[in-house]
């Protein structure tokens, strides 16, 4: 895999028209800026919805650009591993269905047995027997009747297990434990599927690694959707808890009644008794939709905050100088002893696992998990422009590429109705185009995505922020002058 | 033996045609994956949706022309438009070439960049297809929808199986054997057509030759949109339009085309019929099938389905991954990607 | 230190390294000599771990390490460079630097985080160790700068300066001096031997540069063919004539007796020519030759390859462009095609200045070039392959393929044929026939002989020289120069990018300063 850098020696020469950190901010704060702009002119509720989907996007993409940025691995299947950690949400925090259980349980662990067998016996005539026609023939056998056998068990206890009031369960629920613990979980399932890719496609080049995780990710989601008995398939698992307060709760609580009548008391002591209490209950209500918003919030910055440092202490260690040293060319480096396949097999696995984590955290945020939804576009490719935007290769770049993709990708739509709604004005109300074109500017935003990752990649190919140049802390001034 | 006939009708019915089929649309949209591949060295992440764009407007120009009372019955009206969906999407194509792949080309930048570049216009064109016709399942197909009802057919031959071949599947097989024929012709028999393949043989020998870099790449793109439209349509015309549905053909595209050899045309046939035919014969119910040939105290319970249909991607992955395994360069030596 | 055994690496029918035996000797800087594809970098790679050997066995220290990974061997203490620089171009110099070092703290994930203040310790002291070779190689004012945006020489001394960084116990250059300029080589070479002596590092090197090898390495291994051919000191090896021979290539004699059924190709006998215009014949005046590059410099990114190189040739003459290896021949003949961009000098085609076309419009006005590899179009049949040389012609062809099958009957049988399937003496014949296709007035030719048979190479210069009695220029780069020099007209002989001698070919092989200056210098 080599060079993944679009850009070609940049920096260096050009000569950086900003320091690297100033940059930042000021993106920063242009994306805080217009999340306030959201804030004041839409609504509050609205800018902390997005905000949450920012934090999480932020997140996918800082998985994807340890990925690519780091490693210059360039993975197509995030949808997958997203999928995965929702999937970790509901087997965490669903309680077990005893009665499916008690139907198909034995059988499926029978299965599941025979699975194992099946695999661990192909594995040693792998390993035991010469290559040749009659390992061939062997593992063919073995794997043939193992399936027989699993299917023996599988398709009965399936059987079983779905019957289970399928209305209501038809599944073996989960585990029952406060759904926050399906995050880390989420990422290990991620991983583990990460690395059974690994040991398959990446030892191939670019092409196959990209197309085989295309695959391994559209396999998923196949069976995600038709596993009833795990995930309800298409019938979707719903009312997961949370790991914050419900806002029905709230709306109870004395303490929060009481904070907020405390916060408006100017407002409402100049209404009338009836009137007050009727605006109090309003602000409460609003108030507990922004307060539980909030608290999610506070738990995905934090989370973002925790991957975001790991990774940029990382990547600034000798671990992340040779993990670029690998991207750029990993013959030299090989030759400077460094085990090429090891550190792609690991960069694989950790930045799938960042991608996991942030897919059970979209889960556990949407409340529900419905496989029907995952749309490569949204899942794979967003993403992507999302790292590619904000500058691959730079941490702080992929967490920008989150929130500012993701905001553009949510304004979009109401823009673009504007856009068209004012631009046909003069058309008749009923006219067909103009139907037309307000019913469809929703798919502006597929258009809009395309078009700025291919002007990014043509006029910035760096990104919003680039690759920061690992210069020492004080040069001292004798020292930067480039020598002729 | 009628039963042996029953279930060999059954098999025709339900596996050979939709197979053949399917395996024919595969092929020539693994043909025009690997066309780009073997000339501009990159994988082509746009092509499915260069096929929905094309089957899109070959719809509008066939609805346009339904309105107007054009018909060409029994055949559908959409052979008529498919000329004009062909201009359309040489001409799409050739916008994405002249605005983003020259640049790319002429700075000499590394395929996976030419890659993430494909991604870009992906977005593009699926954003324009549905705008233009929305995400939803359209119909456009008319004329005759059987050559052979499956009434007739048990009532010609007194079996208890119907065969039923639908116009659609006639046409697909009948128009990919004829543009095979004609795309081989042009690359073998053709002044352009072997500077093609000379290109795509040794880039720096073909310019040393005097071959016009620009003249073959314009060729490529031309063969792709028309090879895309016409792949695009059939499969319109046999099951439906859909944008995401063609989304998804990449896959099973890019499978065919590896499998085969990728850059070699005759791989991509042979690997579109691989892959189809293991998706249809691994997702088909064997059951009836065996009840016929089984004696009866054989007779299986279940439906006898190697995988659920669902998995159809599955199959061609795992096919993939096989052949990626055992022969990197796929079964005619292809280059090694 | 490392012994080689009977070491073998072929790449399909192409015996690269064949049964090559060799000692690399502990503390010592030995250096590898050869033509090119002698197969040294080959070698180099095979033992460096970068390609499986298809047979022998290489120790290191006494450990059987044949098969080893790269990582591996670099682990065991063998570290090597590259002959095209493979710096990493995103990191600093000194990170470059910095990465080397095996087994550092901060290399495992989890140290990074939970390990800091030790990782700091060690970054300081690597940093230390870093600024040191920096100091030592003179590169101190580049820590900072992007390894991308070194120059071809600074890359090299980074290259050594990695080498540095490790406790090495011994190190493979391949061509550090290749690209790098008078004072910056002698730099190098000194940071070499302090190496050596201070740090008692072994290496082992290909070198192009006589002067070098003089200077660095006791003892030199001469390679030839895939194998050793002898091994001495830098003075032995010089005036060893079996070295000389191997670099001029075999002569005619040797293979007389294996082509009998071959006519023997003749120089042109040339007597009713008068002495003056035989003058005339060997000074450069613009005028008088067709096809000429004038005082061609330029290269390949900052180096010049070329410096005010002259070449020349005449309708129906056969011109030979010899000299030592990395002497720019190649280069010159690219400048000349336009696949290079000169900094000064202009070519001219028949009293036309041509040095602003593209190499497309060249062929257009009947160049023909046959690149030494890669050469024919595999997947296309014989036939498809002239047609394809014919591309430019609108004109109706039949005839001038006749005349290529008349010239070369085999390819008449094989028309049909995949050009990937023919031997490697055919193929030759394709593309030297595919050249020929448009009728070119200039046939330039890269090395039409590297790799084939001798019976086949004796084919190969009796067509050419029937091409060349056509009336085509024919202007040629070959390493076997006393079979190429013994069938021209005249001969270049080029060191270090410039005219060294000019002369007719057989004077030119008879001339003792011409055999020295193949060795270099």
């Known amino acids: ?484 | 033996m009628a039963d042996l006939l029953n279930a060999l009708v059954l098999f025709a019915n339900f596996v050979l045609i939709p197979g053949l089929s399917y395996g024919a649309q595969l092929a020539l949209g693994a043909l025009g994956v690997t066309l780009v591949y073997g000339v501009l060295r990159f994988s082509n992440f746009a092509h499915g949706d260069t096929m929905a764009f094309g089957a899109m407007a070959t719809i509008l120009v066939t609805w346009w022309l339904q309105a107007r009372g054009f018909h060409i019955h029994p055949l559908p009206t959409a052979l008529l438009g498919l000329p004009f969906g062909i201009a359309a999407t040489v001409l799409l194509c050739m916008l994405v070439e002249r605005t983003v792949y020259r640049y790319y080309r002429h700075k000499k930048s590394p395929p996976l960049v030419f890659m993430i570049a494909s991604v870009g216009v992906m977005l593009i064109i699926n954003g324009v297809v549905r705008f233009v016709i929305g995400a939803d399942d359209r119909q456009f197909a008319d004329g005759q929808r059987f050559l052979i009802k499956a009434r007739d057919f048990k009532q010609a031959t007194g079996l208890s199986e119907g065969l039923s071949l639908k116009v659609s599947q006639g046409l697909t097989i009948v128009i990919a054997i004829l543009l095979v024929i004609a795309l081989f012709w042009f690359l073998q028999k053709t002044r352009s057509g072997k500077a093609m393949r000379a290109f795509s043989d040794n880039e720096e020998l073909a310019l040393l030759s005097g071959i016009d870099p620009l003249r073959v790449v314009r060729m490529t793109w031309i063969l792709a949109a028309a090879l895309a439209t016409i792949a695009g349509t059939l499969y319109g015309l046999d099951k439906s339009f859909k944008p995401f549905t063609y989304h998804q053909l990449l896959l099973p595209i890019f499978a065919a085309a590896i499998v085969g050899g990728i850059g070699k045309p005759h791989g991509a046939i042979a690997g579109g019929f691989v892959i189809a035919f293991s998706e249809v014969t691994i997702t088909y119910a064997y059951k009836k099938f065996l009840i016929y040939l089984l004696p009866a105290a054989w007779q299986p319970h279940g439906l006898v389905q190697l995988l659920s249909t669902d998995y159809k991607f599955a199959v061609s992955f795992i096919i993939l991954v096989i052949v990626l395994l055992a022969c990197p360069t796929g079964i005619f030596r292809g280059r090694v990607l | 230190m490392i012994q080689v055994h009977s070491l073998c690496k072929h790449f399909g029918g192409l015996k690269a390294v064949h049964q090559a035996t060799l000692n690399i000797q502990r503390g010592k800087i030995t250096g590898l000599i050869g033509p090119n594809g002698a197969g040294k970098t080959t070698l180099f790679n095979t033992i460096a771990g970068v390609y499986a050997p298809t047979g022998g066995r290489i120790l290191l220290d006494g450990e059987d390490v044949t098969g080893f990974a790269p990582h591996q061997l670099f682990a065991k203490g063998l570290v090597r460079t590259f002959q095209i620089a493979h710096e990493f171009p995103t990191l600093t110099v000194l990170e470059n630097l910095m990465m080397v070092p095996p087994a550092q703290l901060g290399e495992r994930l989890v140290n990074t985080w939970l390990r800091r203040r030790r990782m700091h310790k060690q970054e300081a002291q690597l940093r230390r160790q870093a600024e040191a070779v920096l100091e030592f190689l003179k590169l101190s004012p580049l820590a900072d700068e992007l390894a991308g945006n070194l120059s071809g020489g600074q890359k090299k001394l980074l290259e050594l300066g990695r080498t540095m960084m490790t406790d090495a116990k011994v190190v493979l250059l391949d061509e550090v001096g290749a690209g790098v300029n008078r004072t910056l080589l002698n730099d190098i070479g000194d940071a070499i031997l302090r190496l050596n002596r201070e740090r008692n590092y072994t290496f082992c090197m290909i070198e192009h540069d006589m002067e070098m090898i003089s200077r660095l390495c006791d003892p030199v291994i001469v390679m030839a063919e895939g194998a050793v051919l002898t091994e001495g000191s830098a003075a032995e090896v010089n005036a060893n004539e079996q070295v000389i021979e191997a670099y001029l290539g075999r002569g005619l004699g040797i293979k007389r007796r294996h082509t009998a059924r071959v006519p023997i190709p003749q120089p042109r006998p040339q007597p009713t020519r008068s002495d003056a215009s035989a003058a005339a014949d060997l000074s450069e005046v613009a005028d008088m030759r067709f096809f000429i590059g004038e005082a061609m410099t330029g290269g390949y990114g900052g180096a010049d390859i070329l410096d005010a190189c002259t070449v020349g040739v005449s309708k129906g003459e056969i011109v030979v462009i010899v000299g030592p290896n990395g002497a720019g021949k190649s280069t010159a003949m690219k400048a000349m095609l336009g696949m290079l961009k000169l900094r000064h000098g202009r070519i001219m085609l028949g009293g036309v200045d041509i040095s602003g076309l593209a190499p497309q419009a060249r062929v257009a006005r009947g160049i023909a070039f046959v690149p030494q590899v890669a050469n024919v179009f595999v997947t296309m049949s014989v036939q498809e392959n002239l047609e394809m040389g014919a591309y430019l012609r609108r004109d109706d062809f039949t005839a001038t393929m006749e005349q290529v099958f008349e010239l070369f009957p085999v390819l008449r049988e094989k028309r049909r044929q995949l050009a990937g399937e023919l031997s490697g003496g055919q193929r030759q014949q394709v593309a030297v026939a595919r050249a020929l296709m448009t009728k070119p007035s200039v046939l330039m030719l890269d090395e039409p002989t590297a790799g084939v048979s001798p019976l086949v190479m004796d084919d190969l210069f009796a067509r050419i020289l029937e091409v060349r009695d056509s009336g085509v220029a024919i202007l040629m780069v070959e390493q076997n120069a006393r079979q190429a020099l013994s069938i021209a007209d005249r001969g270049y002989v080029l060191v270090l990018g410039a005219n060294r001698h000019t002369d007719r070919g057989a004077a030119l092989l008879a001339n003792p300063e011409v055999r020295k200056s193949f060795l270099g210098g």
């Open chain 1, 1 to 484: 895999m080599s060079q993944p850098q679009i850009q070609s020696g940049q920096s260096g020469q050009s000569g950086q028209p900003m320091q690297p950190m100033l940059r930042a901010s000021l993106a920063f704060a242009v994306i805080a800026a217009l999340l306030l702009l959201v804030g004041i002119g839409q609504s509050w509720s609205f800018a902390l919805a997005i905000v949450n989907l920012c934090l999480i996007s932020a997140i996918m993409a800082l998985g994807v650009n340890i990925q690519w940025g780091f490693g210059g691995l360039f993975n197509v299947g995030i949808m997958g591993f997203a999928a995965l950690g929702g999937v970790a949400a509901v087997l965490v925090s669903k309680p077990p269905v005893v009665a499916a259980w008690a139907a198909g349980g034995v059988n499926l662990l029978l299965a599941a047995v025979c699975c194992a067998v099946t695999i661990a016996l192909a594995t040693l005539l792998y390993r035991r027997m010469r290559k040749g026609n009659a390992r061939l023939l062997c593992m063919t056998a073995v794997i043939g009747l193992g399936v027989l056998a699993m299917r023996y068990f599988y398709t009965p206890a399936v059987g079983a297990i779905e019957a289970v009031q399928p209305s209501q369960y038809g599944y073996l629920g989960g585990l029952g434990l406060p759904i926050i613990f399906s995050w880390a979980v989420g990422g290990l399932f991620a991983a583990a599927a990460a690395w059974v890719v690994g040991r398959v496609a990446l030892g191939l080049r670019a092409d196959y690694l990209a197309i085989a995780t295309l695959g391994i990710a559209e396999i998923i989601i196949a069976f995600l959707k038709n596993e009833d008995w795990l995930t309800r398939g298409v019938k979707n698992v719903t009312g997961l808890p949370r790991p914050v307060p419900y806002e029905i709760d709230l709306q109870q609580t004395p303490w929060f009644i009481h904070w907020v009548q405390q916060r408006n008391a100017a407002e409402l002591s100049e209404l009338s008794p009836e009137a007050s209490g009727e605006a109090l209950r309003a602000l409460v209500v609003e108030a507990s939709s922004l307060f539980v918003k909030l608290c999610y919030s506070g738990l995905f910055a934090a989370v973002l905050a925790v991957i975001l440092a790991l990774s940029i202490t990382a990547l600034n260690s000798p671990w992340g100088r040779m993990m670029r040293a690998i991207r750029d060319n990993h013959i030299a480096a090989n030759c400077m002893g460094k085990h090429i396949t090891a550190r792609h097999r690991q960069v694989f696995i950790l930045g799938s696992a960042v991608v996991g984590i942030a897919g059970a955290m979209l889960t556990t945020l949407d409340g529900q998990f419905t496989p029907g939804t995952y749309n490569p576009l949204r899942f794979t490719f967003l993403i992507w422009v999302m790292v590619i935007v904000g500058g691959s290769g730079n941490n702080l770049g992929a967490v920008l590429g989150g929130f500012l993709v993701w905001f553009v990708w949510i304004e979009v739509e109401p823009a673009g109705l504007w856009l068209v709604d004012n631009a046909t004005a003069w058309l008749h109300a009923q006219h067909p185009v103009r139907v037309h074109l307000l019913a469809s500017a929703q798919y502006m935003r597929l258009l809009l995505m395309g078009l700025v990752l291919l002007l990014v990649m043509r006029f910035s190919p760096g990104g919003i922020l680039p690759e920061v140049v690992r210069r020492r802390q004080a040069p001292a001034p004798a020292e930067r002058k480039p020598a002729e």
